[in-house]
């Protein structure tokens, strides 16, 4: 069974050039440009079967992705390992199933969180984000930022008051 190295991973996904869909690479970017010890990012357009292997090194994930139902400005969950199926598509990876892909595959568990930002605008194709969707990436960062420093990740949910918007 493998061991996992006690850092963190940021896994931000999404299609910079669909507008919104951007905002989970744009966290995972400014989170890298803090340079958190400990902390390392990634970013892709979608979630694979090849990130189970990726995210099997490390004591902690956080996926971030944009969220287009949720409540401004973003939550930040806990997650569980969904079922390990995978479909012919490459859209039908969810964080749930690339954890139990983790734990089928290759015996590890790591603690894992969902973090969805509100986003408004898919339709384009341009990349930049929408006024709101630059607001609750803020948001989002400002928790997260402050998560990692700390070293403890806290939930949040759209309900609670949140210091910086």
Known sequence: MKTNNGKILLVGYGNPGRTDDGLGPRLADYIENLGIKGVDTDSDYQLTVEHAHDISG???????????????????KQLEPGRATVSFSSHSVSPGCVLALQKELFGTVTESWLLGIRGYDFDEFCEHLTEKAQTNLAAAASHLENCLSDGVITEFHPTEKL???
């Open 58 to 76: 490390y004591k902690t994930v956080i996926f971030a992705d944009a969220d287009t139902s949720c409540r401004p400005p973003f939550y930040l």
């Open 163 to 165: 210091g910086v918007m």
